[in-house]
């Protein structure tokens, strides 16, 4: 147990210390990043002055080519039969915009070795010179002697390399000497660029220990204290308490912590007498439901006794009856067609009696799990228009009128067609019998993309809201209360359609306000091909 200190230090705030801290991050971002805007200044003004001055020399050398090819075209032209001025004259042009391009920048100081003139000046004077040699070159190739033109040629070449070739070498050499320093001021800037970025994170680390060992660190040694306590009040410890240390932010939470601590010990006593009577009461309610539960597994043993002792004693007499219609009917003997039709009508309702049995077998089976149900493609239209048929003369008995609804192209469905069809046969059935004062039912198709739907709809009597969910309940009959037939039917078939991964309700008839709307929704394709186990 820590014990409890008394209040001591001054009226520190942790919001202050935090906000001095970001103040200090902030202006040490500040700083780093205008030291930052600096080095980028200085790096782009050194770079510019080396680019620009690769370029000018790039420039000077072009047009030293470009002067060389003047000369030779000078020459040839003075040796030909018949002078020309077109070549000349086109390489004119590209010395005059090369000079001029060499001369776009502006000079930023530097000196030309071992001249007074400006660079400037020099260019000027070599532009002039050129246009000296051009002038002088056109009166020489007006001359008609070819050895007085190539003569005057000649010495007009010499003239312009006395007097132009040394300021073309001046300001060749000046821009090496551009280059050469602009790149020597980007080494420079770099290395103090270097020691300065490295003196910025000792500084910044130093302040960063510094902030960490006044401000940080006390902080997290307190948090630290607090987050042991609480996992110890965790563990059951309830007896802890905090030194609540600087009257700070902190403070106040260790102090409403020590006074939570205080009252889950006294919570913790109170639920230790509080759990002992409900265990007592627990253990009374256990061996009451204990003893119900064995009430109820008897009952319901009794129960799947009855259906299996039913479904075993009927099958076989139904068995025989369905075989002797078949004897019956494929005698040859019997002529007249109104006895074929009264057997017809007998295995009939033989075969839906046989099939009633065949639900109970299957509900006394499924309470082991033995139900089976084989997924296939099936002809869902097929299946529907198959189950209408066998139920229309039982209908017209009725008076009813019976009507299929399908869609122009209806797709197949993955699913077991068997208890499919004896779902929708289930519920034509109850229609028939249960939908007092009904004169239609419709059996209706309706297809998606990813899932089928199936409604068996009527214009009866309905079913109370409140009551359609007792519906799926076994035992339960459609008209309320316990069944006075078998009462399994919709309960099985809420379970068939469960496994397909579908569903089923029961609703109104929105069209006519009345009667009743079993709809069934199927998924286009099932997961699996078997499922077991219809339980209650």
């Known amino acids: 147990m820590v014990g409890t200190f008394l209040v001591h230090g001054g009226m520190g705030s942790i919001r202050g210390s935090l906000s001095f801290l970001i103040a200090g991050a902030a202006m040490l971002t500040l700083l780093a990043a205008a030291g930052l805007l600096f080095a980028v200044r200085t790096s782009d003004f050194a770079v510019e002055r080396l680019t620009v001055s690769q370029r000018r020399l790039d420039l000077l050398a072009e047009a030293s080519g470009r002067l060389t090819d003047y000369a030779f075209a000078a020459i040839d032209s003075a040796q030909a039969a018949a002078p020309s001025r077109l070549r000349l004259t086109a390489l004119k042009s590209q010395i005059d915009t090369v000079l001029n391009s060499a001369g776009a920048d502006p000079w930023q100081g530097e000196a030309v070795p071992g001249r007074t003139e400006p660079p400037e000046r020099m260019l000027a004077l070599l532009r002039a010179d050129v246009a000296g040699l051009d002038a002088a070159i056109a009166g020489g190739l007006e001359q008609v002697d070819a050895a007085a033109r190539s003569d005057t040629i000649r010495g007009a070449l010499n003239g312009f390399g006395l007097s132009a070739g040394p300021r073309l070498s001046a300001l060749v050499e000046a821009e090496r000497q551009a280059v050469k320093l602009a790149r020597e001021d980007i080494a420079r800037t770099s290395q103090r660029l270097t020691i300065a970025a490295i003196a910025a994170a000792i500084l910044a680390i130093l302040i960063a220990i510094l902030l960490h060992q006044r401000i940080t660190r006390p902080l997290l040694r307190r948090i630290s204290a607090i987050d042991d306590a609480a996992i110890a009040i965790g563990r059951g410890k309830l007896d802890i308490r905090l030194a609540i240390g600087a009257r700070d932010e902190l403070g106040l939470l260790v102090a409403r912590f020590n006074r939570m601590a205080a ?274």
């Not at 039913?310 to 219609?325: D, K, M, N």
């Not at 009904?438 to 990813?450: H, N």
């Open 263 to 536: 009252s889950l010990a006294r919570r913790e006593d109170r639920l230790s007498l509080d759990r002992a009577a409900l265990e007592r009461t627990v253990a009374e309610r256990t061996a009451d439901l204990t003893t119900a539960n064995e009430r109820l597994a008897g009952i319901d043993r009794s129960r799947r006794r009855f259906f299996a002792d039913v479904s075993h004693e009927l099958r076989t007499p139904l068995t025989v009856v369905l075989g002797e219609c078949d004897i019956a009917l494929r005698a040859p003997s019997i002529a007249p067609e109104e006895v074929r039709t009264t057997f017809a009508i007998i295995r009939q309702r033989a075969f839906r009696l046989h099939r009633r049995v065949e639900d109970m077998l299957r509900v006394a089976r499924s309470e082991s799990g033995e139900i089976t149900l084989d997924f296939r493609r099936i002809d869902l239209a097929r299946l529907l228009a198959d189950a209408v048929e066998s139920y229309a003369p039982v209908a017209r008995r009725h008076q009813l009128e019976i009507a299929l609804a399908l869609p122009e192209a209806p797709g197949d469905i993955v699913a077991d067609g068997d208890w499919i069809r004896q779902v929708v046969e289930g519920l034509i059935d109850n229609a028939v019998r249960h939908a007092k004062g009904a004169t239609r039912i419709e059996v209706r198709l309706e297809d998606a993309s990813d899932a089928a739907s199936i409604f068996v709809s009527d214009d009866g009597c309905g079913i109370p809201a409140q009551a359609r969910e007792q519906m799926f309940e076994r035992f339960v009959s459609r008209d309320g209360g316990a069944a006075s037939g078998f009462g399994i039917g919709l309960a099985l078939a809420q379970w068939v359609i469960t496994r397909h991964h579908g569903s089923i309700v029961i609703a109104s008839d929105p069209k006519i306000e009345r009667g009743t709307r079993v709809a069934i929704t199927l998924p286009r394709a099932a997961e699996g091909n078997t499922h077991t186990g219809f339980t209650s």
